[in-house]
């Protein structure tokens, strides 16, 4: 059971539309402005499209891939493999009709997979495989969610439905 995710086509073409322009802009206004305005402000505007830049190519190059044991969101120049039953909290957010999918593991550790990149109904099929695993793996079937109204606050605590077994 090897699923992979990627921006679609369309996707990518969007990114490159704006982002490219975008990062070309905050460029030439940083270059330009040496001189003219203070040395800060340059440099300011410079990093401005180096992390536009930045967020362009993750966007382009990301990739999620899951299978029994853990998912993997990698990118060009790195990636995060998080084993399922290290998973203690599944959570929504999103703002401005996006929306972000955290996977927490770990101590104080998580992943962040956006709508911007991958579309709102593969990011619902991650959570819904994501939570079936993670529950198999800790042991929780047929244990109500935690909390009771998850489909309303956002996120799911499977340390806490572990936590309301062992009671």
Not at 23 to 38: C, D, E, N, S
Not at 122 to 147: M, N, S, V, Y
Request: a positive charge; hydrophobic letters at 45%.
């Amino acid at each position: 059971m090897i699923e992979s995710y990627r921006p679609s086509s369309t996707s990518r073409s969007v990114m490159l539309l704006v982002g490219v322009p975008g990062t070309a802009i905050f460029w030439f206004v940083g270059i330009k402005a040496i001189g003219q305005v203070p040395l800060l402000l340059s440099c300011a505007f410079v990093a401005a499209g180096g992390a536009i830049a930045r967020q362009v190519l993750f966007d382009l190059t990301m990739r999620v891939d899951m299978d029994a044991h853990s998912i993997t969101r990698s990118w060009q120049f790195g990636s995060v493999v998080v084993p399922i039953d290290k998973i203690h909290r599944l959570s929504w957010g999103g703002a401005r009709g996006s929306l972000v999918l955290s996977i927490h593991y770990g101590a104080k550790r998580f992943i962040q997979i956006s709508s911007n990149v991958l579309t709102k109904d593969e990011l619902r099929k991650i959570h819904k495989d994501l939570l079936a695993a993670a529950i198999a793996a800790h042991g929780l079937e047929g244990t109500p969610l935690r909390p009771l109204f998850s489909e309303q606050v956002g996120y799911i605590d499977i340390d806490e439905m572990i936590a309301m077994k062992r009671r």
